[in-house]
């Protein structure tokens, strides 16, 4: 795949897998061996693994909107840096549905191999998302 193509099939995956919840989709970009190495401390292996932890946090932000600010190419490397949006409607990383609005940050890199993600490393800021759902409001 050419880089232009790599940045496509990211940029399609993140809006349909994550933004509309389709994950009948992660068979199209993650190979059916993906490990996902992540700051949540969430076992992944494989599309199947995958889609069940993006519909379980879906099920605690349902208006979860991901926005990709940067996606970058480098030999068989795609860097993904986003940011998420969504209200807490519920439970997450064992804090009951809060009605929060939250905003994370986050950096991920995938290893490809024949087309497909083989890896992907994620960096999520959790501090900050699990201190945005126990703050005490203003």
Not at 81 to 94: C, E, H, K, L, V
């Amino acid at each position: 795949m050419s880089d232009d193509e790599l940045r496509t099939a990211v940029r399609r995956f993140f809006e349909e897998v994550w933004n509309k919840g389709n994950v009948s989709e992660t068979d199209a970009f993650l190979a059916p061996e993906f490990v996902s190495h992540n700051t949540f401390d969430v076992r992944i292996v494989g599309p199947r693994e995958y889609g069940a932890a993006v519909t379980d946090y879906r099920a605690a932000f349902p208006d979860l909107h991901t926005t990709l600010e940067d996606v970058l190419v480098d030999g068989d490397r795609v860097v993904v840096r986003g940011t998420d949006r969504g209200t807490q409607r519920g439970d997450f990383m064992g804090i009951p549905a809060s009605g929060r609005e939250v905003t994370t940050t986050w950096i991920e890199i995938f290893r490809m191999e024949n087309g497909k993600a083989a890896e992907g490393w994620l960096e999520a800021d959790t501090a900050t998302l699990r201190n945005q759902l126990v703050a005490e409001p203003s």
